[in-house]
């Protein structure tokens, strides 16, 4: 069903949350994972863009070398604005899901600090996967999903998702 599955790290551990996640359903599918790491790039110096995509590319790998996950993730590093990054890295190959944290911000501070995820999902073309954020069971482990809401328009593409 799905033949990758992408997961958006921005350094925080909110994104890194995901993992649990990408990791049983990597197995489900047996599909790879690839961890994608955006850098922003507006009007800076080649030089700190340069460093910036080093740095991201040590933290992929590290957490890539740490994860229990069974197939090594990929890692990707590619400059520009993290949302168009994640949907062109989506996008890339037919059958990949994204799996991201959402940092649960809502109203004015959502408007004012933006939402990468509010944006991958309005113009993701691919499945998409929102974690919120401090997702835990009432036991303190991983949330396991009883149900799924799929929002359904009766076009062809909506159904597609089943």
Do not use: N
């Given at each position: 069903m ?21 990791q ?12 994608v790491?955006?850098?922003e790039?507006?009007?800076?110096p080649?030089?700190?863009v ?43 190959e ?7 944290a ?8 959502r ?19 929102l974690i919120?954020a401090?997702?835990k ?23 597609h998702?089943?």
């Amino acid at each position: 069903m799905y033949s990758k599955i992408l997961v958006p790290l921005d350094g925080s551990s909110l994104s890194e949350q995901v993992l649990p996640h990408a990791q049983k359903l990597s197995k489900r599918f047996d599909a790879p994972v690839d961890l994608v790491c955006a850098v922003e790039i507006e009007e800076v110096p080649e030089t700190i863009v340069a460093d910036a995509q080093q740095y991201c590319g040590k933290y992929l790998q590290r957490i890539a070398d740490s994860s229990a996950l069974e197939l090594k993730p990929g890692c990707v590093v590619k400059p520009g604005i993290p949302a168009e990054v994640i949907l062109d890295q989506a996008e890339a190959e037919e059958g990949t899901l994204i799996v991201m944290a959402t940092h649960g911000y809502s109203g004015l501070q959502r408007w004012i600090l933006g939402s990468v995820a509010h944006k991958v999902v309005q113009a993701a073309t691919t499945p998409v996967l929102l974690i919120p954020a401090g997702a835990k069971s009432p036991e303190g482990g991983m949330v396991e999903f009883d149900r799924i809401i799929v929002p359904l328009d009766g076009s062809p593409a909506a159904e597609h998702i089943l």
